[in-house]
């Protein structure tokens, strides 16, 4: 499968954005699909997930919800109350099995987009 990310940008504090990953092949909803993000000097980190019920990082808990739609072969991440510390490459990923918080884990990846955050 091959994705594409979207819908990063620069936003003040406490505003939102929503990032899109556009997948393409016919399976899409048999892979798990998730986001994690890069921040400079920093490893890769798990963000949050979609497959078999919907897992978030606890820094983002309550601020970020994932969701996908089957019918157009897309995940989503609704990123809320942004803060400086969101500053980040996000990058849209998918893999066959349950989800997992290791990127290394996962098989396929986006190209990422950047997300700033200023405050």
């Avoid at 986001?35 to 897992?55: L, N, S």
């Avoid at 995940?75 to 980040?88: G, I, R």
């Amino acid at each position: 499968v091959q994705l594409q990310a979207s819908g990063g940008g620069l936003v003040q504090a406490g505003g939102s954005l929503r990032l899109s990953c556009a997948a393409s092949g016919r399976t899409f909803n048999n892979y798990v699909m998730g986001w994690f993000r890069q921040a400079p000097g920093k490893e890769r980190e798990f963000v949050a997930a979609f497959g078999g019920g919907t897992y978030y990082a606890d820094s983002v808990k309550g601020r970020f919800t994932i969701f996908r739609d089957n019918t157009k072969n897309m995940a989503y991440l609704q990123m809320n109350s942004l803060k400086p510390e969101d500053t980040a490459v996000y990058y849209c990923a998918a893999r066959w099995s349950r989800y997992s918080e290791y990127h290394k884990d996962w098989n396929y990846w986006g190209q990422g987009t950047l997300v700033t955050v200023s405050s």
